[in-house]
């Protein structure tokens, strides 16, 4: 990558780890927002003071627009939801298949580079889809979640807690985009 490129990308993952621990944020419609939690629209993000709650694909907004590339846009999904990047990545044959059963029998031969997309389409009409960016060279990922677990619901928003392996789990994750090829249109 270019040295503006790593600058950009340098510069969008450490504006993202400041947003470490915002609530999850929740769309009302399977369609993003240009404000919280999703922050679909393209230009300069908010100072972080400003946000309150952010959705999975709301931080990867986030962190293209730090990183001053334009978010994914298509007729059929819009701007920046999970299947816009995908079509997008998809038409510009920079999304790859995800090893899936694969990586956790080789995750120490696996590597990724620090701003590596990975993502799973929708699956229902309710489900948004999943996104997620590598953040370190420990395969930590910046992401945004929430769990409804046994004993209640558990919202950890914007997290570094797991690693690759651990999110992955065998399931969560089709497909990854390199950070070279989304950071192509700066």
């Known amino acids: 990558m270019e040295t503006d490129s790593i600058d950009c990308l340098d ?11 915002i609530k999850y944020g929740f769309r009302e419609r399977n369609q993003a927002n240009d404000g919280a939690p999703d922050f679909a629209k393209n230009g300069p993000p908010p100072h972080r003071g400003r ?6 694909v709301g931080l990867i907004n986030l962190i293209f627009r730090k990183a001053g590339v334009p978010l994914p846009e298509t007729e059929k999904h819009g701007i920046g939801t999970v299947n816009s990047y995908i079509y997008v990545y998809r038409e510009r044959q920079s999304l790859r298949p995800y090893p899936v059963g694969e990586a956790k029998y080789h995750k120490d031969t696996v590597q990724y580079p620090v701003g590596t997309l990975f993502l799973r389409e929708e699956r229902t009409k309710d489900d948004a889809g999943y996104i997620a960016i590598k953040a370190d060279e420990h395969n930590n990922l910046l992401q945004s979640f929430w769990v409804n677990n046994i004993f ?11 690693d690759l392996e651990a999110t992955h789990d065998d399931y969560l994750f089709e497909y990854y985009v390199l950070p070279q090829d989304w950071l192509k249109t700066i």
Request: with cysteine; charged share 10%; aromatic share 14%.
């Open 51 to 56: 946000i309150t709650k952010i959705s999975n």
């Open 152 to 162: 209640g619901l558990w919202c950890p928003g914007v997290n570094m807690v797991y």
């Open 11 to 21: 510069a969008a993952i450490y504006y993202a780890k400041e947003l470490v621990n």
